[in-house]
């Protein structure tokens, strides 16, 4: 009797075969179209060829020379600016809203979180136009509140695309973050009071140093698409703002695919690094959950 009210217990090898089962669909379109591609275009870099036609195709390596232009120098520079300072802002004002809410008496914390982070749920390109429409003079805000136009607007200018950009990706800053304060375990802030350290102290001595992991989490998560992406300068920049993700986009529209494989190689290597860079902060991925 005893023994048929016991639950079975299942093998450890048992549970991780089905789940390898469970997650080869996933593997499979994985393989399809995301290593696939990326063979196709490490392949293109070093040929010449009219599109993707294997006629005519020869080895060249005349391809990289697209590095060294103005336009891919300029492009990378302001890629990288944007991404630095969309990354600064994000955090600085990620951690705010992180901590005041970590430090709240909240009842339902994980809610507004949801709330926080469920306008990247909907599409990017509707989200940045509307911000568009909202940088635009005579914008729907002065329609609604019956305000007066004030100046030009700022669409087509850096600050278009840096606002643009903070509100996009700080969503992804604020997950991280909250999620490696919440991991701190409250015994540490009672030993540090009961210590004599001030609350400032306490801070910067035992919670900062042990949410780093989130910190560093969100910025990677939001620095490889603030440098990758191309949307937001091309909506909110109005085309006067050229970024790396704009050369890509414009060599492959022009089908010129063996340059843009060039420069999407490059990405691609400096988001393996930030991966790489993840691990080794983060071994357990417990800020990312």
Known sequence: ????????VIPAHQVSHRLDRMAK???YWLY???????IVM?????????GIRFEGMSFSVSNFAIITENSTI???????????????????????????????KLKNKYMILLLLILPSWTNILLRINAL??????????????????????????DWAVLLGMVFTYLPFMIMP???SLEKIDPLLHEAALDLGMTDFKKFWKVTFPLSSKGIVSGSIMVLLPCMS????????????????????????KNMSYNQGSVLAIVILVIILGAILIINKTDKEGSTLL
């Open 32 to 38: 399809a179209f995301a290593v696939v591609p990326m």
């Open 25 to 27: 669909p996933y593997l």
């Open 229 to 252: 992406g191309f949307a937001i300068p091309q909506i909110l920049g109005d085309g006067n703002i050229l970024l790396i993700g704009n050369i890509i986009e414009q060599s492959f």
């Open 177 to 179: 973050i909250y999620t």
């Open 1 to 8: 009797m005893q023994k048929a009210n016991q639950k079975r």
């Open 132 to 157: 568009a429409s909202v940088f635009k003079p005579n914008n729907i805000l002065q329609d609604i509140f019956n305000l007066p136009a004030v100046g030009e607007g700022i669409i087509g200018t």
């Open 42 to 50: 490490f392949l293109l870099m070093f040929v010449h060829s009219e």
């Open 74 to 104: 300029v492009a990378f520079w302001n890629s990288i600016k944007f991404a630095v300072l969309t990354t600064a802002l994000c955090a600085f004002f990620g951690y705010l809203v992180a901590y005041c809410l970590y430090q709240s």
